[in-house]
């Protein structure tokens, strides 16, 4: 005799597939529930895991049984009730986008747990661009602060350009049919550019100084930079790789973009700052080419790749970064020079580097919101051991492969990529509480010891699947990279290095010439995107999942 409420599909359900497995609620007493439940799956061993979570506020459990074990508890006293555990949809104004860039990235599996409030709050990402146009929808009361830095003339409150905001709406906007990468996140500006788009590097460095200065009182943990110098720089003397460094060092994750100089998906070497920078996550384009999976994926031919004047292989990885859509200023430069690529009241389509560091920045975000005892090291640990093969893109060109942010939330005890070069950070000769990086020290050491990263570098702290040797082993630290051409005496001495090696400008880093259709998700795609990420797309490209927690 059933004693427990069981609405009638599921039951008829469970006597149709007694070893088919079922996710359920199940009411009672609370400790009467837990005994229950395992006494079920005792008495009628079967496929199902049994008890997952008690759940306090209703005095019940969640749990997966077997409809044999399903229909035996429901005849059991002190159970009240057995209810499917069913995926909830996301409320009516929920987040949503129909390009397939959030599912090839895995970023939009996350969304069910923001709209429902089971995502704790994700860090600040401070935006270092062009502004951000805080009255679009996108941002939702969000960004909570705007700073003017740039001293150049030529430059509009808010996002005289259009870029920032661009930026911003990739990596945590909220709009419905725009949402990012994390899209709880709230969002810090600095202004750095004019309206054409170009920064002095003076005012790229304050901006880093006003970060590292404030980033516990607004509680920043991403940077942004999704711009470069305008000369090749080394770690030698590059000051604006000194101040990402020091970002880096004091907790700070810096997501930079490789750049657009690449021609036709040759190796163009990541010549500027602050891409170039060993420690941070420079970030390339991918191209998804029209499907969701990565195994036929390349990079977009004008996403710079390759080694640094240092002998560094970047990027660390890559991201979707052709034909998006995004907010931006409409009344910017960018919307009023390229009305061809507006595809809405204030959403433009564009392509770059600029808008695949984003997806990474706000993908970084999320993993602090669950692990913010994470440093930076283990946050590029995460994302870079997860990344996505891409078979087809010719070597270097997506560092290891491509975010796959599905899999780097599910990432608990993440190897640490910049092992082997911390061993060269030592006190800060002015005092300050953060480390420096000794780069003489290093270039003493890799000058002798062609295989110094080994410890990091090598296939036992990655793993083959992460790290082939034909990324990062001796190819990376040989002769090829570092022989003659790049530390003879020639290449540094004072003549390459000194005052004339590195750009008192930067520049907005998106590759203008680029123009393509915004790849959207077809019925195939999304079959194959709800089968690789165990989530339901709706019409309107907002999703539904069953599983609504992302528990660290």
Do not use: C
Request: charged share 15%.
């Amino acid at each position: 005799m059933r004693s427990a409420f069981v609405p009638a599909s599921l039951l008829a359900k469970a006597e149709k597939r007694p070893a088919g497995v079922f996710k359920v609620i199940v009411e009672g007493s609370s400790r009467g529930v837990v005994a229950s439940v395992r006494s079920a799956r005792l008495a009628d061993p079967g496929k199902a895991v049994g008890l997952k979570r008690r759940l306090v506020t209703v005095q019940g459990v969640s749990a997966e049984l077997t409809g044999k074990q399903l229909l035996k508890l429901a005849r059991m006293s002190g159970i009240s009730a057995i209810m499917p555990d069913a995926p909830v949809r996301l409320a009516a104004a929920g987040l949503s986008n129909k390009q397939q860039w959030p599912y090839v990235s895995g970023v939009a599996e996350g969304w069910p747990s923001v709209a429902n409030g089971k995502l704790p709050e994700p860090p600040t990402i401070a935006i270092v661009d062009s502004g951000i146009d805080t009255s679009r929808p996108d941002f939702a009361g969000r960004v909570i602060k705007q700073l003017t830095m740039t001293s150049l003339p030529g430059n509009s409150p808010g996002d005289g350009y259009g870029h920032g905001t661009f930026v911003a709406g990739i990596a945590a906007g909220s709009a419905s049919g725009y949402t990012g990468s994390a899209p709880s996140a709230k969002l810090l500006s600095l202004d750095v550019m004019d309206d054409q788009g170009m920064a002095m590097t003076s005012d790229v460095i304050a901006a880093a100084d006003w970060i590292y200065q404030n980033k516990s009182t607004y509680n920043i943990r991403v940077a942004n930079f999704s711009l470069h110098s305008t000369a090749p720089a080394s770690v030698f003397w590059d000051p604006l790789d000194r101040a990402v460094e020091k970002l880096w060092f004091s907790g700070v994750v810096v997501v930079a973009a490789s750049g657009n100089y690449a021609v036709d998906g040759k190796p163009s070497g990541v010549l500027y700052a602050p891409g170039n920078d060993p420690f941070i996550i420079t970030v390339g384009a991918n191209d998804p080419d029209g499907s969701i999976g990565t195994k036929d994926d390349i990079a977009a031919p004008w996403s710079a790749y390759g080694y640094t004047l240092d002998g560094f292989a970047k990027p660390e990885i890559a991201a979707p970064g052709r034909y998006m859509v995004g907010p931006t200023s409409p009344a910017g430069t960018l919307a009023l020079t390229r009305p061809a690529s507006v595809v809405a009241p204030g959403y433009i389509q564009l392509s770059g580097t600029s808008f695949a560091a984003p997806v990474v920045a706000g993908t970084a975000a999320v993993l602090l919101a669950l692990h913010p005892e994470w440093t930076p090291d283990q946050v590029k640990g995460a994302l870079m051991l997860t990344a996505k093969p891409t078979p087809s893109a010719a070597p270097l060109s997506t560092g290891v492969g491509e975010v796959d942010a599905s899999r780097a939330l599910k990432t608990t005890n993440p190897p640490n990529p910049n092992l082997a070069l911390n061993r060269f950070l030592i006190p800060d000769p002015t005092g300050s509480p953060t480390p420096v990086f000794d780069a003489a020290s290093w270039g003493s050491a890799a000058r002798s010891d062609a295989s110094w990263g080994a410890a990091s570098w090598g296939a036992a702290s990655w793993g083959a699947a992460s790290w082939g040797a034909a990324s990062w082993g001796t190819a990376s630290w040989g002769t090829a990279s570092w022989g003659t051409a790049s530390w003879g005496t020639a290449s540094w001495g004072a003549a390459s290095w000194g005052a004339a090696s590195w750009g008192d400008t930067t520049y907005a880093d998106n590759a203008a010439s680029d123009l393509g259709q915004p790849p959207m998700l077809d019925p195939e795609q999304e079959a194959a995107a709800e089968a690789e990420l165990g989530i339901t797309i709706e019409p309107d490209g907002s999703i539904i999942s069953p599983d609504l927690t992302i528990t660290p």
